[in-house]
Each structure stands twice: as C-alpha cells, then as structure tokens.
C-alpha cells in the first residue's frame, strides 16, 4: 500500500507540474498572440493612412479622367462626322493615309512606330503622339504651337510629308463633291453659310477626339475604389511623388501642360542615342532660350504608347524612366525604383469602347 501511496502522490504532482506549464504557454500562447493583433492592427491602420495622403495628393495633382473637362454638350451627329473624317482617306492627297493611320485608334491612338509615314511613304521629323486624352493637353504638338485639338487637326493634313494636301481649298472641293458630306456637314452645320470648310473639317475632326478618354484602373482608385490599385502600384505612385515627377507631369493627363528642356542635367541625345539632334521649340520660334524644349507628354497609356520621346529613339518604358531620372531629376534611379514606378504607370491603361475604335 505505502509503494502505490508513492506513486499515487507522484502522479498527483506530476499532474500539477503539467497543468502549470500548461497554464504558461497558454497564457504566453494568448500573450503572443495579442501582440500580433496589435501590430497588424497598427500596420492596417498605418496602410490606410498612407493610402488616405495618397490619394489627396493624386487629387491636388492629377484629376480623374471620368471628372475631367469633357465637352459633353458636343451633338453626337458632329461626333460623328468627325469619326468618318478621321477614318477617310480622302484627307491625304493620294489616299493613302488617313488620321488613324498614324494615330491608330486599335493600338492606343498610336502607330508604335519611331516615325511614321506619310502619304508618299517619306517618314515625318517626329515621333507621332496619342491621340487619346490630347484633347486634355494645354498645347498641341511637341513644340507646343497649337492651342488645341482643332487647330492641331489641321496640321498633319497641309503637311507636304503627311497628309499632302496642297491647300485648304483643295479639300474643301474634295468634300463638297461627296453626296454623303453634303448631307453630314449640313445638318450639323445647318446654321453656317457655307457648311463644307476647313474651320468645320477640323472642328469636327476635334469633336470626335474629344471623347476619347479611356476610364483605367487609377481613376477608378482616384474616384473610390480603393482595390482598384494594387499595393506595389500604389508603392510605384508613392516613388512617383518622391522623385518629384510631379513637377512636370501633372494635371488630368499626368502631362501636356507645359513645355521643358529634355536635358537639364545632360545632353538628352548622348542617353537616347538619338540620330538627329532635334532643336524642339526652338525650331518654331528661334528663340535661344526655347532650344532643346519640348512640351511634357501625358502619361496616360504610357506603357502602349512606344516608342518614346519625341523622334521615337527609347524602345523600353524601363529604359525611358531611367533616362528620365538622370536627364531630369539628375538622380540614377536603382532597378528596383525603375520597375515600381513602371509598375505604377502601368495602370494608366485604359482601352476605348470598341464602337469608337474603327469605322462601323
């Protein structure tokens, strides 16, 4: 009896010594795992305020393209005639291009090509921008002479190596001798004493590319969504931000507001390998202090819209942001900088409804 006593009393302590170190790793166990709580609880809360002072930056510097000045008052039979317009041929002497050769509505508003080529097939001096959101752009072209989409529409096609028309009366006869653009143009322009002229032509032409502006993901973020961005995209803004590319590159296309020296800290052909050395505004003007500048591209589509700058010398997006931080900013942006802000720019892609991408 007094053995199974001893043992009795063993097991009775062993029990008591297992049920305190239970007790112990429980309440370590419990300890530990309210502190995880704590810090993811302080993690969420730190991402969402970071999240809420980034988006009230995009919306002091940017603005989204659902809330931008879109001119929806324009009639859709003006818009209309403008699609067929830029769709025609007959805009061009011989008929062999027309605006969506070079400005390809199927790939961006963009040939992807360095420089494009005319209705002779002789290729132009520059690099052939988007035409999708351009209508949100302060100037038009790369050296910034004309106002607007209007006026910019005119430009290409009395341009000896583009469109090839001799003059604006040339087209005006063209168009009046075509029985569908009698009764187009009348009905839209019932009020003018003449219909058929070259103020109407590219006024319309300016109707049509006034609607496109593509929704991408970043306005959905910019209007509410907050998943709408994912968390290195958001990562990729934020570097955005930090290497103030913001200083040129703002307004509701990110760009087009302004004109700047490609080149502050360097000369931009020995980064590009550029061919020709391209004077920029200086070309138009004659102005010493305007060489070497080129009116800032909008950033939406960036990443469908290659090559880039204005002769089409930079292939990679990659290649262009480094370039970028060196020419502008005079920083050599790491690897890692480069793709997060790549990244961020990748969700400025937004694709056109397809009733608006070719003639039907």
Not at 7 to 13: A, G, L, N
Not at 221 to 242: I, P, V
Not at 277 to 282: H, W
Not at 283 to 292: C, P
Request: aromatic letters at 10%; glycine letters at 8%; charged letters at 30%.
């Amino acid at each position: 009896m007094k053995k199974n006593n001893f043992t009795s009393t063993k097991s009775y302590i062993g029990l008591f010594i297992f049920a305190l170190l239970s007790l112990g790793l429980y309440t370590s166990c419990n300890s530990a795992t309210e502190k995880t709580e704590e810090i993811s609880e302080e993690t969420s809360v730190h991402e969402h305020e970071r999240e809420a002072e980034l988006l009230e930056k995009s919306h002091l510097f940017f603005q989204s393209s659902v809330t931008a000045l879109i001119d929806t008052d324009i009639p859709q039979e003006k818009v209309e005639l403008g699609k067929k317009l830029f769709f025609d041929t007959r805009l061009s002497l011989d008929g062999n291009i027309s605006c969506n050769s070079c400005h390809n509505l199927e790939t961006h508003g963009v040939d992807n090509l360095p420089l494009s080529p005319g209705d002779t097939d002789e290729f132009g001096g520059r690099n052939s921008p988007t035409v999708l959101y351009a209508f949100l752009h302060g100037m038009q072209f790369w050296d910034g002479r004309a106002k607007d989409v209007e006026e910019q529409a005119g430009g290409p096609i009395l341009n000896p190596v583009e469109h090839n028309i001799p003059n604006a009366e040339f087209l005006e006869e063209r168009l009046r001798g075509v029985e569908e653009y009698q009764e187009m143009f009348g009905r839209v322009y019932k009020d003018s004493a003449e219909a058929i002229t070259f103020a109407t032509i590219t006024d319309a032409i300016g109707a049509f590319e006034r609607q496109l502006a593509p929704v991408s993901r970043f306005d959905e973020w910019m209007d509410g969504k907050t998943d709408a961005l994912t968390k290195e995209e958001k990562d990729g803004l934020a570097l955005f931000f930090d290497n103030q590319c913001t200083t040129c590159h703002n307004g509701p296309a990110l760009g087009g507001r302004m004109l700047q020296k490609f080149g502050l800290y360097g000369d931009y052909w020995v980064h590009t390998k550029s061919e020709k050395i391209d004077l920029g505004r200086y070309e138009e003007t004659k102005e010493e202090r305007d060489k070497h500048f080129f009116k800032v591209p909008g950033l939406r589509n960036v990443a469908e819209t290659y090559p880039y700058f204005h002769d089409g010398s930079v292939e990679k997006l990659e290649d262009a942001i480094r370039i970028m931080g060196e020419l502008q900013i005079q920083d050599d942006l790491t690897e890692e900088e480069v793709q997060s802000i790549t990244t961020f720019l990748k969700s400025l892609t937004g694709e056109l409804d397809e009733d608006l991408k070719r003639m039907n």
